[in-house]
């Protein structure tokens, strides 16, 4: 007969013993940007190779994003009901068959379609890699892990680019799918040997319908949505200003693709300063304490940026900027944003974990959207965007601190 937890230890934090090392935790979370963003910089290579339209070739990134979220909302509950172990190892194989294919792809459909399988097996990291933090260590200690963890994450997004970039020039895009693969096979077995089950308590979570309940009953839980859209207004603030910012500073400002490049990856620099803050303090002020400081931050620098942007001559350090007030507000804000919305149900931390995000993309692709309707080059658009989006995270503030007491 299998043996059950001491009563009152279902969804507490683990032994020490159990915890993974956080360089592989960072791995983990890691894989899906690195896949999303290394693309990037072949997507006109790309469209000439297979003959694709530009719409065609924009598919490969755009529906990356739409399967993250998509992912993330069946990973969760399924790790919470047969563990996280062997949810991640599946999803790391099929990211890894899902990159060889994308490597032959012989046209833009097979291409596009290895591309969603990637983001759905790349996306378990992101998922259990927040599930297994909060299974092992307690509220504050998480939001300090994932403060840390995040800011090991940001080296992803600031190198694949570049990586992608030397890669296509040197040998040609399909390279940057074949160094997915050289990503995703180590990592899968270093995580076979180093990565136990932290899962306490398996969830009774038959078919889909009670997928639904379960997603149901966390978003019932009025702590559970203040926190997750906070999370999703402070991520929705850095995609306004992704799906803006390549137009405005190389075809608005008439910056090169190279400077551009640079200006980004010293954004992520200040996103993972202001990480390193939420890993060293988060424990020791709280987690709301440390959203009312990140939030000020990251909301003061959204609406300085559309200020800036009317009363200054355009330039590449009028928009950076502001835009690097926000990643350092930013950077203290998501981990404890996080933190507190798995802790709502800390049983279900796995089904949190999905459906926090998938808001946080779906949100961050609504924001991409209304971006390209609204930016005609002189940055105005973007700025107003990320402006309106900081107003909301201060709402979902004072939302989080009514429902926890604060």
């Known amino acids: 007969m299998k043996p059950q937890p ?44 297979l003959g694709a339209s530009t719409a065609m070739v924009q598919l490969t990134v755009t529906l990356y ?96 680019p570049i990586l992608g970039s030397v890669l296509e020039q040197a040998f040609g895009w399909r390279t940057s799918m074949w160094a997915c693969l050289a990503f995703g096979l180590p990592l899968a077995l270093v995580a076979w040997l180093r990565l136990p089950e ?35 207004c402070a991520t929705g603030i850095f995609f306004a200003f992704l799906g803006g910012a390549p137009y405005v500073v190389v075809q608005g400002m008439g910056y090169s693709p190279v400077q551009f490049a640079f200006a980004f990856a010293a954004i992520s620099v200040f996103f993972a300063g202001g990480n390193w803050l939420a890993g060293r303090l988060s424990a020791r002020l709280g987690i709301l304490r440390m959203l009312v400081v990140g939030t000020s931050v990251t909301t003061l620098g959204a609406v300085g940026a559309a200020i800036a942007m009317a009363a200054f001559p355009p330039h590449i350090l009028v928009f950076f900027v502001p835009m690097a007030a926000v990643a350092v507000g930013n950077g203290m804000t998501q981990p404890n944003a996080i933190a507190g919305a798995l802790s709502a149900k800390p049983q279900l931390a796995g089904t949190a974990s999905a459906l926090v995000g998938a808001l ?16 005609y080059g002189s940055g105005l658009g973007t700025s107003l965007t990320m402006a309106a989006t900081g107003v909301g995270c201060f709402m979902a503030l004072r939302g989080a601190r009514r429902a926890s007491g604060g």
């Open 360 to 375: 946080q993309m779906g949100f961050g692709a609504l924001l991409t959207f209304v971006v390209g309707l609204v930016e």
């Open 65 to 160: 994003l739409l399967g993250v979220g998509a992912g993330q909302l069946v990973y969760g509950p399924l790790s919470d009901r047969f563990g996280r172990r062997p949810l991640l190892m599946g999803g790391l194989a099929l990211y890894a068959l899902a990159s060889l294919a994308a490597a032959l792809a012989g046209g833009i459909g097979a291409l596009v379609a290895a591309r969603v399988a990637q983001a759905v097996g790349a996306c378990a990291g992101v998922v259990l890699t927040r599930a297994v933090i909060r299974d092992v260590w307690p509220r504050d200690q998480a939001a300090s892990v994932l403060g840390y963890v995040t800011m090991g994450m940001t080296i992803a997004p600031m190198l694949a």
């Open 6 to 49: 001491a009563p009152g230890t279902a969804g507490l934090p683990r032994p020490p013993a159990l915890r993974p090392p956080i360089w592989l935790l960072v791995a983990m979370i890691a894989i899906g940007p690195f896949t999303m963003q290394v693309l990037v910089p072949s997507l006109p290579a790309m469209g000439r190779d």
């Open 198 to 232: 932290t899962l306490a308590v398996p969830q009774s979570l038959p078919g889909l319908s009670a997928i639904w309940g379960a997603y149901r009953s966390l978003w019932a839980v009025p702590a559970f949505r203040a926190y997750t859209a906070l999370t999703a």
